[in-house]
């Protein structure tokens, strides 16, 4: 067939079936001859870039319309939402009116500095919560441009893989096992292909699919000449046999399924669940059935994961404890000072709230989301793209990593090395076996099966050859190639295939053999499989029955090849009467002649050995888990450290077991051979029983399940199919077991630096709480009072909120980044439903607060007139110490905070933003203490050296305390039992 292309200018079908319509409709109903035709293009070549460009330009990228983007004024809106922070606006304002009321009132001009602080203050703060929440946002979008669909398609006569929204309309696109169908198209080749469609239909179970119109319809749902078989022009087609508007998927409409369905289109959105097919795209983007649905909305859900929900939950519970206590302190004030009119009870009101204000940590969800969005980013970098938020939390409490080999753990180079026939060895491209033995018909007989029953492509490059496919497939194309069997395999014109899956392990292709008498069928796959399928042998030039004896023979030959690490396929064929070569089914794979066992070698990645060992000493077992032999499992494992007894549990095995014995099992097995997908769902359910988090990788469709149930569900970036990817948590983008390890490292890096900035926000809060509530409450007992009845503030409202702006924002941040620290890989996981808040970090940061306050309130006393330090004598000198003291003590915190146990000098300089951070907090400390605006704002004096000093050495005092308390921890650990 020829279809001839004017680049820009459509074929009259195009725009009709691009528009979608009933005209995309009556494609289901035309011979794929006449579907390319209509859409202007050669199935065989694809179209040319001219073309696709013009047609891009046409149709716009093949996309959903995403939700609109939230405004940043909406955004920054939101940062309102908490009651007390606009109970902390309105006092303010209500206190600002009060005030120009009286000075005008009074003849003074001048500003209310104090409550124009207190806005500024919470406006700030805003702002500086939308940026972060921005930023996270914009880790999580980076993410999922990351991890955007792609298409194989056929464009310039050459395969290719684009981003799915490059897709025109007439594009050829090749669907597989596995694949996420990317635009909706009208097949026009299909082998045994079954999509799953619940996505659009809601219906689970696969429907098959067809490239002809009869595979389309059931026989007797329409008139014969209904559907001719040849191209035919568009208005041929009689339109009212056609129940055209009843077609497509109206089985979402009442759940009968339409006889008219059209079985030779794929829909985008849908997936495919076996078998492959050769496809034109006839609508793309919002034109899809998929688009058309409501016009959906790409989903953009915000994912919330536990570890923010108990954030919320104790942050919530620290509101109310911390509003407790503010009452308390306002009306202990209001009782005490005997105050009566309303700007006084107005002040008070506002010390309180500010109090409460400062002293939630409501920058923590924001924190802790750019934590984790950054992280992520951080992962990727690392070539592992997490698809869910509440991954990077898991990953640091994962006990297991259970790994495929091929690919993951080895490197997917694969090498036939050895050929086992019927009379021997031979070594492909190694010297050649005799002139023309048996030995060397043999060879060249099963690297001919193996190249047939191939999908695998070679691609000349220069200085050498590019396998497209499957590494394993291409192994024997290279092979049969070094054999010079090109132009003999080039004979065979392929009419149909059965594809490879994990379950069938086995491929078959069907052929017919030009100016030959028949037709062929080649197989290979699994040895055990393809020998069960056997009848006969190839010995030399002629076919032998296949005795008990050889087939134990053969077996024992697979076996040591295996035991080699040597990955093993068994090949075999059959001749076949023209009459007989009807569309396969696995009747055809019956009755072969087994031509011999291929062993190809696949080389253990070289950093797999050490990432094993690195999980080994965080507390992580690695486990193989292989469709493989067991002997090449066990090999490979033992090289890579996995298990050293040279034995594996196979599907098999599993299988005979009684219930309850796997549960047992996995507690010492580590490597699973000859395993289907479904033995997979049972190990992660077995592992879980035993209280054991399982990350688990899997690239396959019927892999999905195992990925879901897994903890942390791991998919294969390049050879992973789409079915798989959209299961799992996390997408490794090389593949690469190390990226595994260096994720969970990551992960569990994030939950520390979590755990960091918690430790940091909640001591150095609880020191200001801690500070007020002392000062007011205990003020006669401390000695604070100024005289009886009088209560002296250590801090003003605008003083405690700009505290809570200088080190809650910058250092929190800084911290939220801090270097991963080597040392996370050396512990244990964090048991399963530890909280992020553990008791023993509690006592560590009450302790930190109470040394805090007793910090603060000791120069408040030292600075009161009459106290220990002269000064200037003022309540406002006073209170400026205090400022300084308290912020001091927070930026000493900040190195408390970095470990929970180590000193604060382990790697003191490794994060450049926290000293950043910590320069910027002192510089505007020294900016409220001096500028003459914001010392009236927050009510400063200016302080000499010897007072900042002073301020400086009492505070250290919190670094210097929490120093000997960790070293006595220590100490204690080192000195206990077991240590
Ligand atoms: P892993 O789970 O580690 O990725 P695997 O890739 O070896 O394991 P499968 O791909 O399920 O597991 O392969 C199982 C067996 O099927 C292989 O050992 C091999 O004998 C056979 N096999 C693999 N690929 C093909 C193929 N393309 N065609 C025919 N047989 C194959």
């Known amino acids: 067939m020829t279809v001839r292309m004017r680049t820009g200018q459509a074929a009259p079908g195009i725009d009709a079936a691009a528009a979608g319509g009933t005209v995309a409709r009556d494609m289901a109903f035309l011979a794929p001859d006449a579907v390319a035709a209509a859409l202007a293009v050669d199935p065989a070549t694809g179209l040319d870039s001219g073309e696709v460009r013009a047609r891009a330009a046409r149709w716009g990228p093949n996309a959903l319309r995403a939700r609109p983007p939230v405004p940043a004024w909406r955004r920054l809106l939101a940062q309102f939402a908490d009651p007390l922070v606009l109970l902390l606006i309105v006092a303010a304002a209500v206190s600002a009116g009060l005030w120009l009321r009286e000075a005008a009132a009074e003849g003074q001009s001048g500003l209310p500095f104090e409550s124009l602080a207190i806005l500024a203050i919470v406006l700030l703060n805003a702002a500086i919560g939308t940026i972060q929440e921005a930023r996270a946002a914009q880790a999580v979008a980076a993410l999922r441009r990351m991890s955007a669909a792609r298409a194989r398609v056929i464009r310039n006569g050459t395969r290719q893989e684009i981003p799915a929204a490059e897709l025109v309309p007439g594009d050829v696109i090749r669907i597989e096992e596995g694949d996420a169908i990317p635009a909706d198209a009208r097949l026009v080749r299909a082998s045994a292909l079954l999509t799953n469609e619940a996505a659009l239909t809601g219906e689970s179970v696969p429907v098959p699919k067809g490239a002809h119109p009869e595979d389309a319809l059931p026989k007797d749902a329409l008139p014969k000449d209904a559907l001719p078989k040849d191209a035919l022009p568009k208005d041929a087609l009689p339109k009212d046999a056609l129940p055209k508007d009843a077609l497509l998927l109206d089985r979402r409409a009442g759940g009968e399924t339409d006889p008219a369905e059209p079985r030779t289109m794929v829909f985008s959105g849908t997936t495919v669940s076996a078998g492959l097919g050769l496809a034109i795209v006839t609508a793309t983007g919002m034109r899809t059935e998929l688009g058309r649905i409501a016009g959906l909305l790409e989903e953009t859900t915000d994912e919330v994961t536990p570890l923010q929900t108990e954030l919320a939950r104790l942050g919530r519970r620290l509101g109310l404890a911390v509003l407790a206590i503010a009452g308390v302190l306002a009306v202990t004030i209001v009782l005490a000072d005997h105050i009566r009119t309303l700007p006084a009870l107005l002040d008070t009101l506002i010390l309180a709230v500010a109090l409460a204000v400062a002293a939630v940590p409501e920058g923590l969800p924001a924190i802790v989301t750019a934590a984790l969005s950054l992280g992520m980013l951080r992962m990727a970098r690392r070539r592992a793209i997490v698809r869910h938020l509440a991954a990077v939390e898991t990953l640091g409490s994962a006990d297991v990593i259970a790994s495929d080999k091929t690919g993951t753990l080895t490197r997917n180079v694969m090498t036939v090395r050895t050929v086992v026939t019927a009379s021997g060895r031979s070594t492909p491209g190694g010297p050649p076996a005799g002139p023309d033995g048996p030995l060397r018909s043999e060879l060249r007989q099963a690297l001919l099966a193996g190249a047939l029953a191939n999908d695998a492509v070679l691609q000349e490059r220069e200085g050498g050859v590019a396998i497209q496919g499957d590494p394993t497939e291409g192994a024997l194309l290279v092979a049969a190639r070094t054999a010079g069997l090109g132009a003999e395999a080039r004979r065979f014109v392929r009419l149909a295939e059965i594809p490879f899956s994990s379950e069938r392990r086995r491929m078959s292709t069907l052929l017919r053999e030009t100016g030959g008498p028949s037709c062929l069928v080649a197989v290979k796959g699994a040895p055990d499989v393809v020998l069960a399928r056997s009848s006969r042998e190839r010995v030399g030039g002629r076919d032998r029955p296949l005795t008990p004896e050889r087939r134990d023979a053969i077996l024992a030959a697979n076996a040591a090849l295996a035991g080699d690490g040597l990955r093993t396929l068994g090949l075999a064929h059959r001749a076949v009467p023209e009459g007989e070569a009807t569309a396969p089914d696995d009747r055809i794979e019956q009755d072969l002649v087994f031509l011999g066992l291929a062993g190809m070698s696949d080389p253990p990645r070289p950093e797999a050995r050490e990432a094993v060992a690195r999980a080994r000493a965080a507390g992580i077992r690695s486990v193989m888990i292989t469709g493989d032999h067991p002997r090449t499992a066990a090999a490979i494992a033992a090289e890579l450290g996995i298990a050293s007894d040279g034995t594996a549990l196979t599907g098999a095995q599993i299988d005979a077991m009684a219930p309850g014995a796997l549960d047992e099992a996995?507690?010492?097995?580590?490597?699973?051979?000859?395993?289907?997908?479904?033995?997979?769902?049972?190990?992660?359910?077995?592992?879980?029983?035993?209280?054991?988090?399982?990350?688990?990788?899997?690239?396959?469709?019927?892999?999905?399940?195992?990925?879901?149930?897994?903890?942390?569900?791991?998919?294969?970036?390049?050879?992973?199919?789409?079915?798989?990817?959209?299961?799992?948590?996390?997408v490794l983008a090389d593949d690469n077991f190390a990226t595994i390890v260096a994720a969970v490292e990551e992960g569990r890096a994030i939950f520390a630096n979590i755990r960091k900035v918690l430790r940091y926000l909640l001591s150095s809060n609880l020191g200001e709480v801690a500070t007020m509530a002392l000062g007011v409450v205990l003020a006669p007992l401390l000695g604070l009072a100024a005289g009886p009845g009088e209560v002296v503030l250590p801090l003003l409202a605008t003083q405690i909120l700009w505290i809570n702006f200088v080190t809650d924002g910058a250092p929190a941040l800084a911290l939220a980044v801090d270097p991963v620290d080597p040392a996370v890989m050396k512990r244990p996981p964090r048991p399963r439903g530890e909280g992020v808040l553990t008791g023993a970090m509690a006592w560590s940061l009450s302790f930190i607060g109470i040394v805090t306050a007793a910090c603060s309130l000791f120069v408040f006393d030292a600075c009161l007139p009459g106290g220990l330090v002269a000064g200037s004598g003022t309540l406002a000198y006073a209170q400026t110490m205090t400022f300084t003291t308290l912020v001091l003590c927070q930026l000493f915190n900040v190195f408390n905070a970095r470990s929970a146990e180590a000193s604060a000098a382990d790697g003191l300089f490794k994060n450049r933003w926290l000293w950043g951070s910590i320069v910027l907090s002192l510089l505007l400390q020294v900016a409220v203490v001096y500028t003459p605006v914001l010392q009236q704002g927050f009510s400063t004096v200016a302080l000499s050296p010897g007072d900042w000093l002073f301020c400086a050495g009492v505070a250290s005092a919190v670094l210097i305390l929490e120093e000997l308390r960790k070293a006595v921890v220590r100490a204690r650990r080192a000195a206990a039992p077991g240590a």
């Open 666 to 730: 996995v507690r010492r097995v580590s490597v699973y051979a000859r395993v289907a997908p479904a033995h997979k769902l049972q190990i992660v359910r077995a592992l879980q029983r035993n209280g054991l988090v399982v990350a688990m990788t899997g690239d396959g469709v019927n892999d999905a399940p195992a990925l879901k149930a897994a903890e942390i569900g791991i998919a294969m970036g390049v050879t992973g199919t789409d079915v798989s990817r959209e299961a799992a948590d996390i």
